[in-house]
């Protein structure tokens, strides 16, 4: 085997990893209105974190507690889920009621919901879809705040609003989604609003970006050790391996996250279960043979004819 | 098999030394972006908590309260030299009005144009200068009438123009004298009292509001305070600290100029429009 895909593999997690710091720094600082740069807070990090293991319990729980294997694939369990804590607490309103709410979808949509055992990933698109909702009205509340203006909404009352009495002034608005200062984590001097949202956008970005970059390489990564496993046989007992069960399956026929042992002894019984069915089906098909296939038109013609083909083909020359 | 994983383990990678710095240096990012959340915000310091060395005006805003009469002397040493003798005399007339007249008519009386007169020269002054003109926009708006009756041909006149006062200092030193540990406080002072003169001559009338005091006041405010540029100011961060219901209710409330008014009854009793009666 040559070390080229393996290599990729750790490359994609490395720079997924570096991208997670990277936006998670960003996502970790505000600037204040005197320029001043000051951190986010822990607290929306810990919601965060809380809920990324939420998630990471999920999916364990859904491949019969599979594990990393070797140091790379520690390093990509660790940054995906700072990754995912650090996208959580990105897009999550900072406090408050709002932020409970937004945990609530959250638990709903990224824990109770199973994780596709097809693609692997720890977070479904849904939920990506979900966290970018979030960072948007985070932004906005951030902006309302950015101007003193405490609240989600504010919406003029039909009819009251369009008569021209002051007395009814209290009673024109409605505000709607209140908050204060305090559960937006603002610094006391107030938010900059442009040089902030443009760190947290940026930081959600770079952190989803990485989260996806060490998501996919860590499937590929273990695709190297199944791979490096059946390569240890002759050259074409191997290919013959391989062609037996082809690399799209191995994730669905659970060789990832296995320990080495069980690893072979897994390969060992899917090879024998298919060479079986692949006996069986000769058999079957000498049978046909001996039988003879008359012609026929339609549907059974059709399937005669399939199973003549695949005989031809099967038939050394 | 055991022959197949020795060699399978053969096949794999080892950490070298790249991939080991590679690893370390996301650690680090990942440690950093963790410890950047515990950065503390920076406290607001107010201009007026900072210390100030040599001579200077103590308690300035006792020369703005009900008792500045006792103290308004001393502001006669801080006036430059060419115009010490007119702030004097405008002082001992400002100070010693009786019988509350309406503002209109006796700033357009031949002292009260001296005065006004005065005030336009002392905010091209010095900080100290400033402060003394403050004093005097306050004093007028302690011994004049510019609380309407209900019999007052143009009810709002009074209380708009002891507000233009108030305006063209705050324009003149609204946003430096928030910065400035002598006028911070005087500055947010200020602000208040024009708020209260401007929803003063709002609320004027006995039937209705007057649109236009409303409009002129808020559009000062919110330039004064930075609500327009959608950057507060100096004087908007100080008056956000110290009076945040007010600010909230310049951006919120349905009538604006209310919070201002409210405040400033607090901070200012007896500015009452009759002259404390």
Redesign the interface.
């Known amino acids: 085997m040559s070390n080229g895909p393996e290599r990729s593999a750790s490359t994609g997690i490395l720079l997924g990893a570096i991208l997670i710091g990277l936006g998670g720094l960003l996502l970790g600082l505000q600037v204040d209105s005197n320029g001043a740069w000051c951190g986010t807070g822990l607290a929306p990090l810990a919601i965060g974190a809380f809920l990324a293991l939420a998630a990471i319990a999920a999916r364990v729980s859904t491949t019969s507690g599979r594990l990393p294997r070797n140091a790379m694939g520690i390093v990509a369990v660790v940054a995906g889920f700072f990754g995912l804590a650090f996208v959580i607490s990105g897009a999550l309103a900072p406090g408050g009621p709002w932020m409970f709410l937004e945990v609530l979808l959250l638990v709903l949509v990224v824990t109770l919901r199973k994780p596709d055992s097809r693609t692997g990933r720890w977070i479904a698109s849904s939920a990506f879809g979900l966290l970018s909702i979030f960072l948007l009205f985070r932004l906005w509340i951030s902006y309302q705040g950015s101007l003193l203006r405490w609240q989600v909404l504010s919406v003029d009352v039909p009819v009251l609003s369009w008569m021209p009495f002051d007395f009814l002034d209290p009673v024109k608005r409605v505000a709607l989604g209140s908050f204060t200062p305090f559960e937006m984590g603002f610094p006391p001097a107030g938010l900059e609003f442009a040089a902030s949202a443009t760190l947290w956008a940026l930081g959600f970005a770079l952190c989803t970006a990485g989260l996806v970059l060490v998501q996919a390489s860590a499937i590929e990564h273990e695709n190297d050790r199944v791979h490096a496993l059946i390569r240890t046989l002759p050259g074409p007992v191997a290919d013959v391996v391989e062609r037996l069960l082809p690399e799209e399956e191995w994730r669905e026929q659970g060789l990832h996250g296995l320990p080495e042992r069980q690893l072979a002894r897994r390969i060992e019984a899917l090879v024998s279960e298919r060479m079986r069915r692949q006996e069986s089906l000769r058999r079957a098909l000498d049978t046909t043979k001996q039988i003879g296939l008359s012609g026929g038109s339609g549907f059974a013609g059709e399937i005669q004819r399939a199973i003549t083909d695949e005989s031809q083909r099967e038939t050394p020359q | ?1 055991g022959g ?2 020795a ?3 053969a ?3 080892v ?1 070298d030394g790249k ?1 080991l710095a ?2 370390g ?6 440690a ?3 410890a ?9 310091i107010s201009a007026e908590e900072v210390k100030q060395e040599g001579p200077r005006i103590v308690e300035p805003m006792q020369l703005l309260g009900r008792g500045a009469a006792l103290r308004a002397a001393e502001l006669d040493e801080w006036i430059a030299e060419e115009r010490r003798p007119i702030f004097r005399a405008a002082r001992g007339q400002v100070f010693s009005i009786r019988g509350c007249p309406e503002a209109v008519a006796w700033l357009d009386g031949v002292e009260g144009q001296r005065v006004e007169r005065l005030l336009g020269e002392l905010r091209h002054g010095t900080r100290e200068e400033a402060l003394a003109a403050l004093a005097l926009v306050f004093q007028l708006a302690r011994s004049t009438e510019w609380d309407p009756g209900v019999l007052a041909s143009i009810p709002e006149a009074n209380a708009a123009r002891l507000a233009g006062l108030a305006g063209d200092w705050l324009r003149a030193w609204g946003e430096r004298g928030a910065r400035d540990p002598l006028l911070a406080e005087p500055a947010r002072a200020a602000a208040l009292l024009y708020g209260r003169l401007m929803y003063t001559a709002q609320h004027s009338r006995v039937i ?2 007057n649109t236009a005091a409303y409009e002129r006041g808020l559009k000062t405010l919110s330039e004064l305070v930075g ?1 327009d540029s ?3 100011t100096a004087l908007g ?1 100080s008056l ?2 110290r009076h945040p219901e007010a ?2 209710k310049l ?2 409330d ?2 604006r100029l209310r919070g201002f008014d409210a405040e400033a009854r607090t901070a200012f009793p007896d500015l009452d429009g009759e002259c404390g009666g």
Do not use: H, K
């Open positions: 098999m197949s994983l060699r399978y383990d096949t794999l990678p950490l991939t590679l690893v240096v996301a650690g680090i990012l990942i950093a972006a963790v950047v959340r515990i950065l503390p915000a920076p406290r607001v209705g509001t609500l959608g950057r507060r961060e956000q600290s600010m909230r951006v919120l349905s009538d």
